[in-house]
Structures are given as structure tokens and as C-alpha cells.
């Protein structure tokens, strides 16, 4: 959102969200997206953003079609050269099926430890895009902001590895150009797989989400990837 509220990044996962093209949601009022208590709730949250405070906060957002998505909001202020409010900047996550696990399973100690964990990954989530935000205000390196992103993923989330890939669609392929931590004396930064080829290279080429517990066992992997 820019200082007046207005959308001013929308990525493909909104549009997956939301059924809206980025092309309609640019430029428009949080009112396409929120209406009623949760249009009241942003608006109260983003005066926050004006004090220098982040928070995250669960809303309902309106799609498309009408439908009505639970979200959880993570949002940060942004702030210009001049330490002036410039607006907020915030990771907008899906929690549907959290909270049908909440109304079906409630007394499930299974669910209420996954449910625990999903709250520390949000804090988590929270400090990471702090740390981003301020990165992306503080240099206008790609190749800084690309590292010290996958190190603050790795760091918050704890993760054993991090990899970020970009496509050179020219020469069709991945190109790793930020990783961290245990293979980083293996794969060095410029190394380059065919889109198509192992798992980046499927993702790349499908742009899908790919999700598998355990690497070694997934048929799609070549190397790492």
C-alpha cells in the first residue's frame, strides 16, 4: 500500500488468492479487497504503520467471485530517504485451512501443536519481512538485497538450506544467485540448470509450487535441485 492506501504490489499468489489480475488491482482502494469490520481493521492497523509500528493481524478478504478468504496480514511500514511515511508493506498469507482445522478439530492435540507452530512461523515471518523491508530501503543492490534475503529466510525460519534462482529465459535456464547455508562450498552463485531439468528447473517452467518433505525421494531431483 502507498501512503494513501492505495495497492501498489500485487503479486501472482494475490491474483491466486483473490481471482483479481494485477492489471485490476493496481492502483485501487483496499475497498476492492476488504469491506465491513475487516476494511475497519486494516484501515486502524495502517495507522499503526504511520506510528512506525508493524503487527500482524488475521482479516477477511473479499475475492472476485465474492467469496470471503481468511488471511493473516504481516505488515511493516515503509518510510523514504527522509525518514517520512511512505507506506506499508505487508505479506498476505491464506489460512483457510487453519481455521477449518480450529472449527472441526478444536480438542486435537495434533492440531493444536501444528497450530503453535504456524504462530511461530508467523513471528518469524514478521521479523523476516522487517528485515527485507529495511534492506530494500536501505540499498539498491539486487544482488545484496537477493543475499541477505536468503539469510534472513534461513535464520527466522530455521531452515537447513536456502536457495533463491532466477530465469534467464534467454538462455532457459535457472541461474542461482543466492543461497545459504550447508551446500553453499558446493553450489556457488552462477550456477545454472536447464528450466524443465530437476526440481527448480519444473518450477520454473510450470510455475507451480512444489512442496516434498524429503528431496532425496522426489523423482523430478537432479544434484540439490
Request: proline share 3%; hydrophobic share 40%.
Amino acid at each position: 500500500m502507498d501512503r494513501d492506501s492505495r495497492i501498489i504490489f500485487f503479486n501472482k499468489r494475490m491474483e491466486e488468492i483473490t481471482g483479481y489480475s494485477q492489471e485490476e488491482a493496481l492502483h485501487r482502494p483496499m475497498s476492492l479487497l476488504y469491506d465491513g469490520e475487516s476494511l475497519a481493521r486494516v484501515h486502524a492497523e495502517l495507522e499503526k504503520r504511520r506510528l512506525g509500528e508493524p503487527s500482524v493481524y488475521e482479516a477477511e478478504m473479499i475475492t472476485r467471485g465474492g467469496a470471503r478468504v481468511p488471511v493473516t496480514i504481516s505488515g511493516v511500514p515503509l518510510r523514504d530517504e527522509a525518514g517520512n511515511y511512505a507506506g506499508s508493506f505487508g505479506v498476505i498469507t491464506d489460512i483457510s485451512q487453519r481455521v477449518e482445522a480450529e472449527r472441526g478439530l478444536r480438542h486435537s492435540s495434533d492440531v493444536i501443536a501444528r497450530l503453535l507452530e504456524i504462530e511461530r512461523k508467523r513471528a518469524a515471518q514478521l521479523t523476516m519481512v522487517g528485515e527485507i523491508a529495511r534492506l530494500v530501503l536501505s540499498t539498491l543492490d539486487p544482488d545484496r538485497i537477493m543475499q541477505l534475503s536468503v539469510e534472513s529466510i534461513q535464520r527466522n525460519f530455521a531452515y537447513y538450506d536456502v536457495f533463491l534462482f532466477t530465469v534467464d529465459e534467454a538462455a532457459g535456464e535457472v541461474v542461482l544467485k543466492a543461497h545459504a547455508w550447508a551446500y553453499r562450498e558446493v553450489f556457488s552463485e552462477g550456477y545454472r540448470q536447464a528450466v524443465g531439468a530437476g526440481i527448480v528447473g519444473w518450477v520454473a517452467q510450470t510455475g507451480e509450487v512444489l512442496l516434498s518433505n524429503d528431496g532425496s525421494k522426489e523423482p523430478r531431483r537432479i544434484l540439490a535441485f
